[in-house]
T-cell receptor, first 116, second 110 residues
Framework: DSGVTQTPKHLITATGQRVTLRCSPRSGDLSVYWYQQSLDQGLQFLIQYYNGEERAKGNILERFSAQQFPDLHSELNLSSLELGDSALYFC???????????????FGSGTRLTVV | EDQVTQSPEALRLQEGESSSLNCSYTVSGLRGLFWYRQDPGKGPEFLFTLYSAGEEKEKERLKATLTKKESFLHITAPKPEDSATYLCAVQANYGQNFVFGPGTRLSVLP
């Protein structure tokens, strides 16, 4: 157990629907990162939050949004789902303050999203 | 644009057959280079961080090295349990997030 908890582990939904993925970071970590991993794209950075504020954005679609709550858990919302959104979605956390040397993220076990 | 490439894409070794995986990167100022191991259906597991050229880190049968343009992950006398995908990632000086390479799928046959 890495200490980063993601729920649900698996999600199957239909095109056009909306889903919410949840992540609880490791105790004490203030940064949360979301990554998408598909077979042909590898790990793609989506978005980062630090202590409730958005700090960096990657190639995140407009149909996707995220937030980090006061208790530091984060949610990734995916709407108007398409077949191509099927992927593994990983959350990672870090205790490093943005701007400082990073010793590495800790990843959760991921949510496998299947859009049918 | 920051880029990371890894080679080979896949590697099959016999147990005990040592080899190296390559990670080449292009980044405007390297803050750190990271190696991760990923088992199928699981999240990446952190292995090493390297910060400057010439640095080396070791853990059991794995040794990571760093130059100004690439990193190597040397695997000495691998065992079947070393089979996994090995991911390399870089963080730029100005960046918050990691840019990952596509990975090398390693299979170690008994």
């Amino acid at each position: 157990d890495s200490g980063v908890t993601q729920t649900p582990k698996h999600l199957i939904t239909a095109t056009g629907q909306r889903v919410t993925l949840r992540c609880s970071p490791r105790s004490g970590d203030l940064s949360v990162y979301w990554y998408q991993q598909s077979l042909d794209q590898g790990l793609q950075f989506l978005i980062q939050y630090y202590n409730g504020e958005e700090r960096a954005k990657g190639n995140i679609l407009e149909r996707f949004s995220a937030q980090q709550f006061p208790d530091l858990h984060s949610e990734l919302n995916l709407s108007s789902l398409e077949l191509g959104d099927s992927a593994l979605y990983f959350c990672a956390s870090s205790g490093v303050v943005p701007g400082q040397l990073n010793y590495g993220y800790t990843f959760g076990s991921g949510t496998r999203l299947t859009v049918v | 644009e920051d880029q990371v490439t890894q080679s080979p894409e896949a590697l099959r070794l016999q147990e005990g057959e040592s080899s190296s995986l390559n990670c080449s990167y292009t980044v405007s100022g390297l803050r750190g280079l990271f190696w991760y191991r990923q088992d199928p259906g699981k999240g990446p597991e952190f292995l090493f961080t390297l910060y400057s050229a010439g640095e080396e880190k070791e853990k059991e049968r794995l040794k990571a090295t760093l130059t100004k343009k690439e990193s190597f992950l040397h695997i000495t006398a691998p065992k079947p349990e070393d089979s996994a995908t090995y991911l390399c990632a870089v963080q730029a000086n100005y960046g918050q997030n990691f840019v990952f390479g596509p990975g090398t799928r390693l299979s170690v046959l008994p």
